[in-house]
């Protein structure tokens, strides 16, 4: 129990030094923002100095990664990496840096373990993942994007098609920029004969927002279902239907939240997670 209780204390400890991390570097100015917005609007006397953002790159990341690897020895799903070494590279290897995969320790650290030998096929494999990349991000993506700066930058000058042209732009361009950054990625890492999960599987022909979240950055929605809703889901089963709810919308909030810090993701997370809870209702009544 003793021992137990240990491990407990260590997940929680560990995870809550991750996300003041992640909350330090990345939400740090939107908090103080929102406070000094607060403190003027209810006429209080506090004195709070606006925060610069920090340079975060890929901390969400490397946060991410280490709470899955913190539950997943806490769950008996992983042993203790012994070696430093292999921890660092697991948590920092350069292909997914900055926009995933998120990997589980599970999958990556044997794959990283292998030894290397140079293989043909996994070379020139990469280095067409990593043109075709390079190709939607450079030549669709940055090229839809004149398109879309030049409409949403002065939107009051415009109406009509060219508002409804630009929010379709806009919408490719995000998924070309986001979907060839990771073909880089993977085909970067395939160099090296290590293979990282997909991330991508057209999710504009998706039939549904279920689907199409689990066809849209996949491991991100593998790691708040597996992390976020599931846990929440099993603590607050006792409430039954409001329990599911209440764990689908912390989820989608943090969805919402992770993709950037301001309210306008705040809210997009909550719609998503109040459409996932009345198609829910919907089904149980059906």
């Known amino acids: 129990k003793e021992s137990q209780e240990a491990k407990r204390s260590i997940l929680w400890g560990g995870a809550s030094v991750n996300v003041a991390i992640l909350v330090l570097m990345k939400y740090l100015p939107f908090l103080s923002e929102n406070f000094r917005a607060l403190a003027g609007a209810l006429s209080l006397d506090w004195h709070i100095e606006p925060v610069g953002a920090f340079g975060a790159i890929g901390v969400s990341y490397y946060v991410f990664q280490a709470i899955s690897y ?13 070696h430093f070494g292999y921890f660092a590279l697991y948590l920092a290897f350069f292909p997914k840096l900055l ?48 398109y879309v700066d030049a409409v949403y930058g002065n939107v009051h000058a415009f109406s009509g098609w060219p508002l409804l042209l630009a929010t379709y732009a ?7 920029d986001f979907s060839g950054y990771t073909d880089i990625a993977l085909g970067s890492a395939r160099l090296f004969n290590i293979e990282l999960t997909p991330n991508f599987n057209n999710p504009y022909l998706a039939t549904s927002v279920r689907e199409f979240w689990r066809r849209w950055h996949i491991t991100f929605s593998r790691w708040i279902f597996g992390y976020i809703f599931m846990p929440l889901q099993v603590a607050w089963h006792h409430r039954e239907k409001w329990g599911t709810a209440a764990a689908l919308m912390v989820t989608f909030l943090v969805s919402g939240i992770w993709h950037g810090a301001a309210w306008g993701f705040v809210l997009w997370g909550m719609l998503h997670g109040v459409s996932k809870i009345g198609r829910a209702s919907c089904r149980e009544r059906v």
């Open 170 to 176: 806009y919408a490719f361009q995000i998924y070309m």
């Open 99 to 146: 926009q995933g995969p998120i990997e589980k320790a599970g999958d990556l650290v044997a794959r990283l373990r292998r030894k290397y030998e140079f293989n043909y096929d996994n070379m020139r494999l990469g280095m067409l993942m990593i043109a075709w990349g390079l190709f939607k991000k450079v030549v669709i993506a940055d090229r839809l994007g004149l």
């Open 70 to 82: 913190l539950s997943d020895i806490y769950y008996g799903i992983v042993t203790p990496e012994r």
